[in-house]
């Protein structure tokens, strides 16, 4: 009696290993009559159970069923194609055990993948602007200040990447600084940074550059270590 269904397999060939393995054979030495009459035997019950059956599974009975002929024809009509259609199927069984191998390590790798942030290359110094600061701070020191902002978060909690179906983009971010500094006119560099996550910090980052490169703020470290400050340009 057969509990599982053509939903649970990728195609034929996903049925097939999977009768090899609950036979416990190697593929290299399979009993291929035996193989070939459980595919048969559960093609027909799903037949007879008028489910839906993909035509590359009835393609593949189709093959089965070539081979199993010439599997019983007397041994004086045997020919080389019988041999040839055996190594063929082996020989596909054994390309799609490998790539079926490969799945859960390009899953694994695209779950790694997916903790990363990309963007084009751009050079930094377009957003410098001699202007725009004063006392001794430079484009160096306010990467720096982010640099140390991020392990800051690090050490406090752990970042996670997830998908979210609202985007964080710069222009929303440059916005909401706005908005800040329309009530406030002055604020803590990091105290923009209300989200810790970062895709937030990334895109407020980048809305503080844009900013100041367009002269609506000024950036001010007013002596060494001490807070840098954000303050609008009247």
Do not use: W
Not at 42 to 59: P, R, T, W
Not at 140 to 158: G, H, Q, S, T
Not at 213 to 225: D, K, L, S
């Amino acid at each position: 009696m057969y509990d599982i269904s053509l939903d649970n397999f990728q195609g034929p060939m996903d049925l097939l290993l999977h009768l090899i393995k609950k036979k416990k054979m190697n593929i290299l030495d399979i009993k291929l009559e035996v193989i070939i009459d459980e595919y048969l035997n559960y093609i027909k019950h799903m037949e007879s159970m008028n489910l839906n059956i993909a035509s590359s599974y009835l393609v593949m009975a189709s093959e089965l069923i070539e081979i199993k002929s010439r599997m019983l024809l007397p041994n004086s009509l045997e020919d080389d194609s019988e041999e040839d259609l055996k190594e063929n199927l082996v020989n596909r069984l054994i390309e799609y055990e490998k790539y079926k191998e490969l799945v859960p390590i390009f899953k694994q790798l695209e779950d790694e993948r997916s903790n990363y942030k990309t963007k084009s290359p751009s050079s930094i110094l377009e957003y410098k602007s001699d202007n725009n600061y004063t006392s001794d701070l430079n484009m160096e020191d306010l990467v720096n200040a982010y640099k140390k902002f991020l392990e800051r978060i690090e050490d406090e909690k752990p970042i996670t990447t997830k998908v979210t179906k609202k985007e964080i983009s710069v222009a929303s971010q440059i916005k909401k600084i706005r908005d800040k500094l329309d009530a406030y006119k002055r604020l803590d560099f990091f105290n923009l940074f209300e989200v810790k996550t970062k895709e937030y910090i990334i895109a407020t980052f980048l809305a503080i550059l844009e900013m100041s490169r367009e002269n609506e703020i000024r950036i001010i470290q007013e002596g060494n270590f001490k807070n840098i400050v954000v303050e609008v340009i009247e």
